[in-house]
């Protein structure tokens, strides 16, 4: 069960996203399926297209588990973007688990709409205490949603027991460089309600001691500077439109935020990329 410190990032996470402001600002900057860090292929490439493109790349590293006759599971599955082109280009089952409610309203109604409610069950629940038996998926996903976890140890647990014995866990995170302080990263990482990030080294560690084989990290952390770039001149741009979709005082939050996530990017504090490893 979830110890003191994941309850309390949970709690803060649901606050944070069952939010009109922060649902308003998603929707409209960072496309509002995706909301994930973006792979690019030219500096003014727009956030939506960036952050499929890391999807893509995600699932081409577990494509050979991904069939009408697997299930995924996705933890942390925000607007649903993800399990929705699993669910099309593969047509497996995926189940995604999310603590926001009102994100899984929207993608329950736009799985809906495009017609892949049948293949897609989303789940409010937490990713610390999966309530599915064990060995029950062939894929575990997640992307950017371990930052957010208290227990990152309990977290990849639960990950691992709910694989099936040849399954695959893939995830991104945004992570910390190796000898990055926690005062390093303390402002950027504050809205987040943890103390600090992980390093891939953290997860590397806790994925061997769970007995996964085959970890790779593919390092993209390059990607940083870019995709904080891009959203941060995008919330800029259209900073008089935001004012009239959601709150002028989160407006004025992002806008003194954004630029810390931009300066960690350049510092080169952050870590950012795909993890992929086996079970057996």
């Known amino acids: 069960m979830p110890n003191d410190d994941a309850s309390l990032s949970e709690d803060t996470s649901q606050s944070y996203y069952d939010t009109p402001d922060v649902d308003g600002f998603y929707a409209a900057v960072w496309g509002g399926d995706d909301i994930h860090t973006g792979t690019y292929e030219s500096p003014d490439e727009p956030v939506a297209q960036a952050s499929l493109r890391t999807i893509e790349h995600a699932a081409d590293t577990v494509a050979d588990l991904l069939s009408p006759a697997r299930a995924v599971l996705d933890l942390g599955s925000g607007y649903g973007g993800a399990t929705r082109y699993l669910a099309e280009r593969f047509g497996c089952r995926v189940t995604a688990l999310n603590i926001s409610e009102s994100q899984n309203r929207r993608h329950r109604r736009t799985n809906a709409e495009r017609g892949l409610d049948h293949l ?36 990849l647990r639960e990950a691992v027991r709910v694989l099936k014995p040849d399954g695959a866990l893939v995830f991104t995170d945004l992570m910390a460089r190796e000898d990055a302080s926690p005062a390093d990263l303390e402002a950027a990482v504050a809205r987040l309600g943890v103390d600090a990030l992980a390093t891939p080294a953290f997860y590397r560690r806790q994925l061997d001691q769970l007995g996964l084989s085959r970890t790779d990290f593919d390092d993209r952390s390059g990607q940083l500077v870019r995709h904080y770039e891009r959203i941060t001149e995008e919330t800029r741009r259209r900073e008089q439109e935001l004012r009239g979709l959601i709150s002028p005082g989160y407006v004025d939050t992002l806008l003194a935020n954004l630029p810390l996530w931009v300066d960690s990017a350049h510092s080169g504090h952050l870590r950012w990329g795909i993890f992929h490893c086996r079970r057996g």
């Open 120 to 155: 897609v069950e989303v789940v409010t629940g937490s990713f610390h205490d999966i309530p599915f038996a064990d060995e029950s998926f062939d894929v575990v996903w997640s992307q950017e949603a371990f930052c957010h976890s208290g227990d990152r140890p309990l977290l």
